[in-house]
């Protein structure tokens, strides 16, 4: 798979990812949901040059909504924390 198809986005507009960005240099991505934490390392790696450390997963739960008269579950994606090293940052991060 490629880097381009495992990270599908940054998460960049959640306060607790701006509160792990800057105390704990962790930043958040939303990943193919069938990408494992080497994969992700080595995609976040390729695309940003920084060294990660280490990959926290988790598996985000659709929500049931309403869609008119009756109610869809959402999709169920996977997001990825990403622990960079000391002095390492991501640029495309720092303008959110």
């Known amino acids: 798979m490629q880097p381009e198809q495992v990270i599908k986005r940054p998460l960049i507009l959640t306060e607790k990812g701006g509160?792990?960005?800057?105390?704990?240099?962790?930043?958040?991505?939303?990943?193919?949901?069938?990408?494992?934490?080497?994969?992700?390392k080595k995609a976040v790696e390729?695309?940003?040059?920084?060294?990660?450390q280490d990959v926290?997963?988790?598996?985000?739960?659709g929500r049931m909504r309403r869609m008119g008269r009756s109610r869809a579950k959402t999709k169920?994606?996977?997001?990825?924390?990403?622990?960079?090293?000391?002095?390492?940052?991501?640029?495309?991060?720092?303008?959110?």
Do not use: C, P
């Open 19 to 40: 509160i792990l960005r800057e105390e704990e240099n962790k930043y958040l991505f939303e990943v193919h949901a069938d990408s494992n934490k080497i994969d992700i």
């Open 56 to 61: 926290n997963t988790l598996i985000m739960r």
């Open 76 to 96: 169920n994606w996977k997001k990825a924390i990403v622990t960079l090293k000391d002095g390492e940052t991501i640029d495309y991060f720092e303008g959110a």
């Open 46 to 52: 390729a695309l940003f040059k920084v060294q990660v």
